[in-house]
């Protein structure tokens, strides 16, 4: 099992650019891609992005692709959402996950096993 927790949430301006970080502690953390997913209030939970172990290979959500870079250290066993022109549509719980088998690059949720507790962005307009 995996433990991770978010940082880097908070409250900016539309246009503006937020830095999301999410460390991890337990299982070996650079065996597993790491996805990071949101959930706007009212709404289901959706993928943003994933990277896979090595950090070569990344996969973004449509709304997110040209914004958004995730990326991740495994020296420092953690994973990073950089997030620019942000917009209001981009305000939602963001959650930071491990994949559940080593080697996958999941998109959905029903992959990953193990997730944070979440951090809050907000944008106002």
């Known amino acids: 099992q995996v433990q991770l927790v978010e940082s880097g949430g908070g409250l900016v301006q539309a246009g503006g650019s937020l830095r999301l970080s999410c460390a991890a502690s337990?299982?070996?953390?650079?065996?597993?891609?790491m996805g990071w997913f949101r959930q706007a209030p009212g709404k289901e939970r959706e993928f943003v992005a994933v990277i896979n172990w090595m950090g070569s290979y990344t996969v973004y959500a449509d709304a997110v692709k040209g914004r958004f870079t995730i990326s991740r250290d495994n020296a420092k066993n953690s994973v990073f959402l950089q997030m620019n022109s942000l917009n209001a549509e981009d305000t939602a719980v963001y959650y930071c996950a491990a994949a559940t088998r080593v080697g996958a690059i999941p998109t959905l949720i029903r992959d990953y096993r193990d997730w944070g507790q979440g951090t809050q962005v907000t944008v106002s307009s």
């Open positions: 337990g299982r070996t953390f650079g065996s597993y891609s």
